[in-house]
């Protein structure tokens, strides 16, 4: 177990300086600006290309105005809701983000302890920094393993029945990465990690491209190629299912015929999520493609969205929008660079003080009911 953080956590996030606790999660990521190396700034909140869905995520989510209702009673909504049919303090999840110990030397077991102890399921990275076994010891809440299918079959196999072992209540398996996006920032910085962060889930060498600084050449994108299956098909995806009596969730849908075929497969979940806007730039955003996706498969299998999720009112959006719940990127690893444990559970603290305004402003008693809102898209 890690130690219990130190200090209340506003005076520990408020970091540089001091006087002024974050009041959004827009703060967090000014103190981790300050916190942290350029390289990785730009590494965690850059895109691919001229950025253009990492924009777009971002402008959608803006234009969806949510339609109050009045005199319903409520007085202290419920932010309990269920996911994967197990009740969580919000309908939200810590996204899979690889290398952790980047932002924090405490990395994965913080965050993941953060989010156990705001009552949200941690989804731990196959390129975790960290290994499996070490987090899920270090929370007593809720961890979903992500897989990156790598080339080397054996290795896939490993990781499943590693995650297994060491508890992980769900698999989720990203399915937008056939190869790296070109991330420009990345390229220009000649971006590759440090020595004293590896990928601590393979064994110990197979992360050695990641590691070799060139310039003008992303290190993260060169282990990538070399280390991902870059040809997926349905089948690979009938094979895990059959794998794994877990529940399963497929991460990076946004066409809806992709969605029928997942729910054809029989997983419990897809995740309406285009990488944080960095895989293909160009990419519509989630929340313009959720509603379709929900009308495809929304009556058979869960519709979570990620990528752009910002406040509570984007979590509010998205269920209006028919999600059952959102993954939660980038604001978490800027309060865990702000902060740490402490950092991270003041962010979450934050989100679920936002979502109950969200909810009581629009006289919901808990976010299931999130879903019976009328929604305006436009101006
Ligand atoms: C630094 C970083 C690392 C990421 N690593 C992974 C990963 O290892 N596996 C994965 O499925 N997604 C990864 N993602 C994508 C996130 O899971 C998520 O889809 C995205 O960040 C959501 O958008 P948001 O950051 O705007 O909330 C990563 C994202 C970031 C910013
Ligand atoms: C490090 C390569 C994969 C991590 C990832 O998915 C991302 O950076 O978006």
Known sequence: ??????????????????????????????????????????????????????????????????????????????????????????????????????????????????????????????????????????????????????????????????????????????????????RLRDVRNGFALPPEVTAANLPAGRDDLAHAGTPGVSAIAAHTEAAFAPALTWADLAWLRERTRLPLLVKGVLDPRDAVRAADVGVDAVVVSNHGGRQLDGAPATATMLPEVVAAVGERIEVLLDSGVRSGTDVLRALALGASGVLLGRPMLWALAAGGRAGAQAALDLLAVELRDALTLTGCADPTQARRLRTLTGD
């Open 1 to 182: 177990m890690l130690p219990p953080p130190a200090g209340p956590p506003a005076t520990v996030a408020a970091g540089g300086d001091g006087d002024r606790p974050p009041v959004s999660l827009a703060d967090f990521a000014e103190l981790a600006r300050r916190a942290l190396p350029p390289g990785v700034w730009d590494f965690v909140g850059g895109g691919s290309g001229v950025e253009t869905t990492l924009a777009a995520n971002r402008a959608a989510l803006d234009r969806v105005a949510v339609l109050p209702r009045v005199l319903t009673g409520v007085e202290r909504p419920r932010t309990h809701a269920p996911l994967l049919g197990r009740e969580q303090a919000m309908p939200v999840a810590v996204a899979p983000m690889a290398y952790q110990r980047l932002l924090h030397p405490d990395g994965e077991p913080a965050l993941a302890a953060a989010a156990g102890a705001a009552g949200v399921p941690y989804v731990l990275s196959t390129l975790s920094s960290t290994p499996v076994e070490e987090v899920t010891a270090a929370t007593a809440g809720p961890v979903w393993f992500q897989l990156y299918w790598l080339r080397d079959r054996g290795l896939v196999a490993d990781l499943l029945d590693r995650s297994h072992a060491a508890g992980c209540a769900a698999l989720m398996v990203t399915v937008d990465v056939p190869v790296l996006g070109r």
